[in-house]
């Protein structure tokens, strides 16, 4: 009898704010095809010292730290699509393919944007702020509600007033001054090519569909899905449906 094969493994990356729990629901449809990792970023709830500075570099590294021998699949959302194409810049060998999710830093940020991201991370306001408003930036981005959105504002708020919250502030601080000072994707991709896959949400108030555009100015080889009516979290709004969306997108790989 012929031995059976192994089942590659895909590694999933959390976005800001998130946690490995994050990808529960999606990873479910996915562990029938792939042994599935979804480690915890240093500077997130469930594991909360920053890594280094905490920009996307050092998280990047972090994650190769822990990759197994081989080459992954790796697919990242949110903060986790910037480290994901960080790692697929700085160890092309260990990535047989890579999803972007709404990925930060795709593109650069303006002086606007630029305030607006600083003024919302700041470790001063994120520990001292009322809950409502933690719950209000938490649910911002989603479409719509649904158990999805409910789960993730409640593990965010619970990050955030935790026992470490401090922590957590500093890893978000941290997270997003890296993301602003990094080289954009759309630069840092330029001259990979392993098979990529760049999909944002119709209505992404954080990554629109112009910004991860920028990334086919590196990669025009690359697949672009513009998901319809979903905002930046459609990986919570629609699990199974993103599920094969990257099932389908791995096969082809």
Sequence with gaps: MPARKSKPTL???HGLGGSSADWADAGVPLAKHFVIEAPDLPG???NPKPAGGGDPEALARWVIGTLPKGRVFLAGHSLGGRVAGEIA???PESVAAVALLSPLGATSYGFTDTLKWKAMSRRAVLESVAESS?????AYGFEGSGDGKR???SRAVEAQTGPSKRDVALGTERAVDG???ARPLSERLAGTAM???VATGERDPLVPPKDAKAILRARPDAAFLELRGRGHYALLEEPEAFAEVLRA???RA
């Design 179 to 181: 993301v602003l000072a």
């Design 89 to 91: 810049a700085l160890a």
């Design 249 to 251: 997108f791995f096969a």
């Design 11 to 13: 590694i999933l990356l």
């Design 195 to 197: 098979p990529l896959l």
């Design 134 to 138: 933690l719950r209000n930036a938490a």
């Design 44 to 46: 997130s709830f469930r």
């Design 151 to 153: 789960a993730f504002v």
